[in-house]
């Protein structure tokens, strides 16, 4: 965000604003407000919002067993998702094997 609020200030407002609108029409508790961006945060590997979500969960009333079960449930349906995508990818694998399968892809 650092470069856009440089080049593109008038991006990072409207940003601003829709945090602003979202954070006033909240139909959530603060609690799974947390959770649920920590999870996010997790997904898409963000240190800086993980570290800010799991201090925003416990002062929300989280506990660590809580912020720990979220975890185990990221990383377990993470690698469900995985699972089934690869498989999806690769379900023709014998036909790989016979080199029957064109990828499109540049090494």
């Excluded at 609020?5 to 909240?26: M, V």
Aim: proline content about 2%.
């Amino acid at each position: 965000m650092r470069m856009l609020a440089e080049f593109f200030p008038e991006f990072s407002e409207k940003l601003s604003e829709l945090d602003t609108l979202y954070e006033s029409s909240r139909s959530i508790d603060e609690k799974t407000y947390q959770f649920i961006c920590f999870a996010l945060s997790i997904k898409s590997r963000s240190k800086p919002c993980v570290l800010k979500h799991f201090k925003g969960a416990l002062e929300a009333g989280a506990t660590v067993q809580e912020l720990s079960y979220i975890l185990a449930l990221v990383m377990r349906e993470a690698a469900g998702a995985d699972d089934c995508w690869t498989h999806d990818v690769i379900g023709d694998w014998k036909e790989i094997l016979k080199n029957n399968v064109k990828c499109t892809c540049e090494v």
